[in-house]
Structures are given as structure tokens and as C-alpha cells.
């Protein structure tokens, strides 16, 4: 990170980070590992990087789907083009995150702000969507070990639309 503008720039996302009451770690200076709850996905990671010229966006949104990857993938891309200075971008293992850049000049509390809620707005309401997609039959054994040994399926309710087996098809 820069010295001179760059510190005052962290300033501004350490204050707005506060005021939102966001949990985060800074680590190094300029460097932000912001944890934004959600309600599907319970907390998506988001760093924001202060550099040289732009401030990095990175969020882990899912791992590499295990299966029906043409519509996975088809389903991503489709959405990018309707997407707020984030897109969705895989690593060389397949991993999918949110990565985005921002020119530091438009740094300011509302863009942060606005960022952070793309992010979260992205992650959290796509996210059963994308396990639908990627990782169907993983969820549909879970949900008949758990029925078989009587464990909850609480935090499986989201798909039952397709896991149980009296909607399968």
C-alpha cells in the first residue's frame, strides 16, 4: 500500500466499517478481511485491499460445483452482466468468488457501502441457487443419511423442493 493517500483512504474504509458495525480485521494495513452476515449463506468474507491505484475486491462464494457444471457456469456468467462493480470469477482449482476493483479516487463511504451490499446482495441470495446447481445430489444424500439417523434437517429446508425424496423426481 502507498503511504501518503493511501492512509487516509484506510481511514475512511476503518470509519465506515465502524459506523456500519461490520465486523473486520485489518491485517496488514490496508487490508481488510470484512465479514458480512447473511441469511442464506451465513457469512460471506469479503477483502477489500487498498493498492496502489484501486481498492481490491475478493469474496469466497463457493467451492468448485461437483456436478452440472455447463448450467453452473452458464448461471454465473448470466448473472455478471446484471452485476454491480463485483463480478464472478473462478480461481485455477474452480473455486468461484466475487472480485471486483474500484479506482481509489472513488473511494468514499457510500461507494464502500454500496459495495459491501453488492457483495452481500450477490453471495447470500444466490447461494442456494448455486448449491441447486452445483451440488444437488451431495444435498439429496445428505438429506437421506440424515433422515436415517433421525439428525435434523433444519439447515436443509431451503432445498427440500428437491431433496426430499417425496418431491423427487
Request: proline letters at 4%.
Amino acid at each position: 500500500m502507498a503511504e501518503n493517500g493511501n492512509a487516509d483512504l484506510a481511514a475512511v474504509v476503518r470509519s465506515t466499517l465502524a459506523e456500519r458495525e461490520l465486523k473486520y480485521e485489518e491485517e496488514p494495513p490496508g487490508a481488510f478481511l470484512v465479514t458480512l452476515p447473511g441469511a442464506h449463506k451465513l457469512a460471506t468474507m469479503c477483502w477489500l485491499v487498498i493498492g496502489d491505484h484501486s481498492l481490491s475486491i475478493e469474496a469466497f462464494f463457493i467451492r468448485k460445483p461437483d456436478e452440472n457444471h455447463e448450467a453452473f457456469y452458464r448461471w454465473l456468467l448470466e448473472r455478471n452482466a446484471r452485476m454491480y462493480a463485483v463480478a464472478f470469477a473462478i480461481d485455477n482449482i474452480g473455486d468461484v468468488y466475487l472480485v471486483g476493483k474500484l479506482p481509489l479516487t472513488a473511494v468514499t463511504p457510500d461507494e464502500i457501502d454500496r459495495i459491501l451490499g453488492s457483495v452481500l446482495t450477490y453471495s447470500d441470495e444466490g447461494f442456494d441457487t448455486a448449491l441447486e446447481l452445483g451440488f444437488r445430489s451431495s444435498i439429496e444424500k445428505e438429506w437421506d443419511w440424515r433422515v436415517k439417523r433421525g439428525e435434523s434437517l433444519r439447515n436443509l429446508e431451503a432445498f427440500a423442493k428437491f431433496a426430499d425424496p417425496a418431491n423427487r423426481r
